[in-house]
Nanobody, 119 residues
């Protein structure tokens, strides 16, 4: 059972930046970030596989950067140019199989960290 602990959320003004982190208890092939706003479905933000191939949702392209430290089993999400519509609970997730931007690809989920962006 892979344990994931996310941190780094907070409240910022529009245009600001935040860096989310996630600590995994062990190696998995793929790690990703998802988010869920109130009343909306959980959606993919970005993923990264073991060789560093990254995928981004259109909403995250050019603003967010996903990275991982294989030695430390950690995952990060650098978020710049934040917008009010980025407000959501952000979850890190791990996949032992595919690395698509698809909730069904991910086997394990962390507890989430809240990001709030004010206008």
């Amino acid at each position: 059972q892979v344990q994931l602990v996310a941190s780094g959320g907070g409240s910022v003004q529009a245009g600001g930046s935040l860096r989310l982190s996630c600590a995994a208890s062990e190696y998995t092939y793929c790690l990703g970030w998802f988010r869920q706003a109130p009343g909306k479905e959980r959606e993919a933000v970005a993923s990264i596989d073991r060789i560093g191939i990254t995928r981004y949702a259109d909403s995250a392209k050019d603003r967010f950067t996903i990275s991982r430290d294989m030695a430390k089993n950690t995952l990060s999400l650098e978020m710049n140019g934040l917008k009010p519509e980025d407000t959501a609970m952000y979850y890190c997730a791990a996949s032992t199989g595919y690395c698509y931007l698809d909730r069904d690809s991910f086997n394990y989920w962390g507890q989430g960290t809240q990001v709030t962006v004010s206008s």
